[in-house]
């Protein structure tokens, strides 16, 4: 048996507009997600969020769930939306409250709330007035964060302002296969540069409403390894990917800068963005880092680009070969735990003290498992994935790194954005149809797991 730390924090995780459904009651107003998937082309068979897993109306069966399985933390996002339709500050009471209820609900069965301000659902007004590509809606932030801040700050300490910012710019603004789905190079890293200061505006907006919150970011990190270092190539394209999804912004936040190598290359798109005092304000001090981590991305030679999907490379003018080798996940994603460990020990020893508790706030898997002849859902391949990251994990700790719990993504099966409802990377399983939920033999693995500790 290999131990955890003691109170160590096993979670769960899932994002309010993958769950919750309701998407037209109670006042919530539209959000960027809603305009993108019922535009026709944009997302596999035409999906939406509208119903998802109706968490909106199921949340008690659900936390019951999370109570069965031992499960102590629940990372969760508000939809802005909800507390305010069009972005601005006009509140709709019946969505605060739904939000009272489950924080409540959860408090009751000794889960922690762990909660994120935006995961992706940009209220559509704010879009429509420049969304990311505007300070206007920095500032619309702030004002929600610290609203979030005043209203639920009573009972909920944890907070990050905004998950993953690398894809809110890249995958929104750079490829366009996100929502709002504007693919163009600078407005990515003009809107990059506005996540890293819209992160530092929500923190001290939240701190002057309460000084007792525990805030910090979620970045979605991943190592990009060149197959030949000694390739000048492919160590430049290493290089550059490293530092537009990893350096961008930790460099932000520890050095008050973004990378040199960056700077050169595109500097110029990215210059005129970055008013006075950004930079100092990029260094706001966090309480904790959150860590998504699925997958490491080769680097190997090519004479085109050779990319898979969601991949960067090219639109940076790098021509690599990113097709991943060995076993993967229904995503079409490597498995590569040993990543994990290497990401964690670098910051480590990159920011020593000065490096926050991290937290691993998503790791998991897509697979399709459905229900066997006997009702039971046997996704050996999603326990196999989760016990190889969490030995990572452990391998990490043993080094020396501060890591203070781990969120499983996902709870639920659900809206998996522009592709539907086809890939499952919950540990319960949904059937949309009836709304039924079944815990998946992963799930009862992952409960083992929590009851001991350790593996």
Request: with cysteine; aromatic share 12%.
């Amino acid at each position: 048996m290999r131990n955890f730390p003691t109170n160590f924090l096993w979670g769960a995780a899932t994002a309010a507009y993958q769950v919750e459904g309701a998407a037209a009651e109670d006042g919530r107003g539209l959000s960027i997600w809603d305009t993108f998937s019922h535009t026709p082309g944009k997302t596999d068979n035409g999906d939406s969020g509208d119903v998802a897993c109706d968490m909106y109306h199921r949340y008690p069966a659900d936390i019951e769930i999370m109570h069965g399985l031992g499960i102590k933390g629940y990372r969760l996002s508000i939809s802005w939306s909800r507390l305010f339709p069009n972005g601005d500050e006009v509140r709709e009471e019946r969505g605060f409250a739904f939000y009272d209820n489950l924080i409540n609900a959860l408090l009751a069965k000794g889960i922690t709330p762990y909660i994120t301000l935006y995961h992706w659902d940009l209220p559509q007004a704010l879009e429509d007035k420049g969304g990311w590509r505007s300070r206007e809606t920095v500032a619309a932030f702030g004002k929600y964060a610290a609203a979030v801040a005043e209203h639920f700050g009573d009972r909920v300490k944890h907070f990050a302002p905004i998950n993953e910012p690398w894809c809110v710019a890249w995958l929104g603004h750079g490829l366009g296969v996100h929502a709002p789905g504007i693919s163009d190079r600078p407005t990515a890293f003009k809107v990059a540069h506005h996540t890293v200061i819209a992160h530092a505006t929500a923190v001290n907006a939240m701190r002057a409403v309460r000084s007792d919150l525990k805030i910090g970011p979620v970045l979605n990190q991943a190592n990009y390894p060149a197959d030949d270092q000694s390739d000048p190539v492919q160590a430049h394209a290493s290089a550059i990917l490293d530092a537009v999804q990893n350096r961008w912004w930790m460099d932000a936040i520890f050095y008050g800068k973004y990378p040199e190598i960056l700077v050169e290359e595109f500097g110029s798109e990215f210059k005129d963005a970055i008013l006075p005092g950004d930079m100092e304000l990029a260094q706001t001090p966090n309480d904790w880092l959150g860590i998504n981590y699925y997958f490491d991305t080769r680097v190997g030679a090519s004479d085109s680009a050779k990319t898979v999907e969601f991949d960067n490379s090219a639109l940076l003018g790098l021509t690599i070969d990113s097709t991943p080798v060995g076993e993967l996940t229904d995503m079409g994603w490597p498995i590569t735990p040993e990543g994990l460990t290497g990401m964690l020990v670098r910051w480590h020893k990159a920011f020593g003290d000065r490096l926050p508790q991290i937290f691993i706030t998503e790791n998991g898997c897509a697979y399709p498992d459905g229900p066997g002849s006997d009702g039971t859902i046997n996704d050996q391949r999603r326990i196999s994935y989760l016990d190889k990251h969490l030995k990572a994990l452990l391998d990490a700790i043993d080094q020396g790194v501060n890591v203070g719990g781990y969120f499983q993504w996902s709870l639920l099966d659900n809206f998996e954005w522009s592709l539907g409802y086809q890939k499952r990377f919950g540990i319960v399983y949904v059937d949309y149809q009836t709304q039924q939920r079944t815990p998946k033999e992963s799930a009862h693995w992952y409960s083992g797991v929590i009851e001991s500790n350790g593996l």
